[in-house]
């Protein structure tokens, strides 16, 4: 291999190992602020063994000093009041220094510590609002696109879309005029299983809020809308958690920071203002080939309302 191809290869090594150590900063400055918080303290402990000779040092020092006053004399000279408080002070500023230099190493690990600790934190503050301003536009861009479909090709057109509605054929057994039964076909439009968003969920028995029977949970949810909105008003903002636990549904990450608020008089708002649980009873493809009445939650959160508080 030539030179050219050797620096080649080595250029992209270390921009390779420069991108990886950029994307692991956070992890690499945290992990290193704990251990230096950790080293700076076994660090003064150690540092602490030595001040008793410190102090002993200087108590003998200020014992001469004062001895020395009070006989007016040290080692044969002269030795007056006014040398000896020159002299105090003077002790106690060196001491103040052996002080600083026992001190010092593990103050300065423990500041630099805390400041690796800081920059991690600030690093992922800075990760956290790119992404969040990233979710916003894509929030942003897909709403205008369904404002789009919904106005050219309207509702029901955006809601087969949106759910992956098809028309799927199903035999099923039904009993004519006379009782006997018989196998029909028939053609029902189902949705997709999968979700249309991550905060859309299923009202079904998998569900503790669920009950079997439709009309009850129609109402149960009606209700538990009309609340999530009077906290709305009442708070001024609610996580779309708050209304998972209440329906019964497990929480999830994005819950804790999805979620509505009410913002009336903020020309900026582009929020509709309510909580919709986007209620929804549609045919769905049961496991075992046939299907099935279902109600879909499709909420409409704000978004990420750390941001918009």
């Known amino acids: 291999m030539n030179k050219n191809g050797i620096m080649k290869k080595v250029s992209g090594t270390a921009a390779k190992v420069g991108f990886k150590l950029k994307k692991h900063s956070p992890e690499i400055f945290i992990v290193a602020g704990i251990v230096g918080t950790v080293v700076s303290g076994v660090m003064a402990c150690k540092a602490t063994t030595k001040v008793s000779e410190i102090l002993e040092e200087t108590k003998e020092t200020l014992d001469t000093i004062h001895e020395g006053a009070e006989s007016g004399e040290i080692n044969g000279k002269e030795y007056t009041v006014e040398d ?50 990233a979710y916003t536009a894509v929030d942003t861009s897909f709403k205008d696109y369904r404002k789009r479909v919904i106005e050219r090709f309207g509702d029901e057109i955006d809601k087969e879309l949106r759910y992956n509605v098809k028309a799927k054929t199903f035999k099923d057994i ?59 008003k009442a708070d001024g903002f609610i996580y779309l958690n708050d209304i998972y636990y209440e329906l019964g549904i497990q929480k999830t990450k994005a819950g804790q920071i999805v979620g509505w608020v009410d913002k009336p008089n903020d020309p900026d708002y582009q929020g509709d203002g309510f909580v919709d ?12 080939g046939g299907y099935e009445e279902a109600i879909l939650l499709d909420f409409n959160p704000d978004g990420n309302i750390l941001d918009l508080m």
Do not use: C
């Open 174 to 232: 039904e009993a004519d005029e006379d009782g006997k039964e018989k196998t029909v076909e028939k053609t029902v439009s189902v949705v997709d299983e999968n979700l249309p968003s991550d905060y859309a969920r299923w009202f079904d028995h998998s569900v503790t809020g669920w009950e079997n029977n439709h009309e009850y949970n129609m109402m149960f949810l009606r209700a538990k809308e009309a609340w999530a909105n009077d906290k709305l």
């Open 84 to 133: 000896s408080k020159k002299d105090t002070t003077l002790v106690y500023v060196q001491t103040g220094m052996k002080f600083v230099k026992l001190y010092a190493p593990a103050a300065i690990l423990g500041a630099l510590s805390i400041a690796s600790i800081v920059t991690s934190h600030n690093i992922l503050r800075k990760r956290n609002i790119a992404l969040a301003a």
């Open 277 to 288: 649980f986007g209620v929804r009873t549609v045919m769905r493809e049961t496991a075992e």
